[in-house]
């Protein structure tokens, strides 16, 4: 047997790169002939290959092919229909055209295009589709993907190695000031709910007082640069000034600097099919406030205080909540990492990943 890697971009620092390296670790491990094929690969050391020459290389009937499906991408699918072997779909989700409308013209047209492959590839006849969640899953289905041929297996991840890194110091020392720092990780994108966000900070400074700070980590787009306006019109609006701090590019030492020197994180993200930085949070001990939506609830499920609702005051009484009762603050840590260790630990998940492939390997 061999086992293709299939992914149209192979991105360091990315959720869904990070799955597919580990993927095909994993398989090497057990000493299967693995090899990743994508289309660009950038900041990352793995040897990548063309994927012209993937059907050449494990396109037999005793081949194994994983193709991770996150965007719109014809020659994955017909990749998908030329290889003889067993093929996995793995759905990290595509979002939706309606976020990125009133912004940026490409950013649409490419979740439209993603989206509306999605019943192909759901009906394209895989041995196994394989949802970073339930909700991924219960999207192909609706799409067409036969249920019996569905599983779900959380992404994997970097988070042990994040536990283990060395935080920045200077960072943790800026950041240590006696300030309640409230923080959100994420992509600066208009599905991540950025001005709900600074909504529900304005609330809770406004409700529970100073020394308050929003921190927020993740890399802004320029061709969603009105979007960026739009989180800072908003800052500008409540008057927030310098009590919302922006880190952009961070390194690893940095953003566990970060995760560290927070009190809370918050997620009001309106679409998610995961949200790796959630489960960074449940296992560095930080409590999460979060908005269910899309996969959140599925995610957090005990391990954080989630709302349906979108009252910015709600979340704000949440974050007061955490600061004032130490009860409540530590106990919710104590879920969280309980439900870390026992659903997102690698090696459970390492567990589950090869038990699903159990009879092919």
Known sequence: MKAAILLPVLAG??????????????LRE???DTRVFCGTAVGVDEPHYPIAGLAAFAGGPDDLVIYHFSVGWQPALDLLRRVRGYRVVRYHNITPARFFAPYSPEHEAACAAGRAQIAAVAQCGAE???GASQYNLDELVAHGAPAERGAVLAPFHRVEHLLDAEADLGLLDQLGDGSHNVLMVGRVAPNKGHVALVDAFAAFVDGWG?????LIVGKSDPSLRGYTDRIHARVAEHRLGDRVQWLESVSEAQLKAAYLASHAFITLSEHEGFC???IEAMALGIPVVAHGSSAIPETAGD???????TDPWLYAASLARLREDAH?????RDLARRRFDAVFATAVMRERFFALLGGVL
Do not use: T
Not at 15 to 25: F, I, Q
Not at 210 to 214: G, I, K, M, V
Not at 303 to 309: F, K, L, N, P, R
Not at 328 to 332: D, M, S, V
């Open 13 to 26: 620092k990315d959720a869904v790169g990070n799955d597919a390296l580990m993927m095909a670790r994993l």
């Open 30 to 32: 057990r000493g299967i």
């Open 128 to 130: 196994l589709y394989l």
């Open 210 to 214: 100073d020394p308050a700070r929003l």
């Open 276 to 278: 790796v930085p959630l």
């Open 303 to 309: 391990g954080a205080i989630v709302w349906d609702e």
């Open 328 to 332: 409540c603050r530590n106990g919710l």
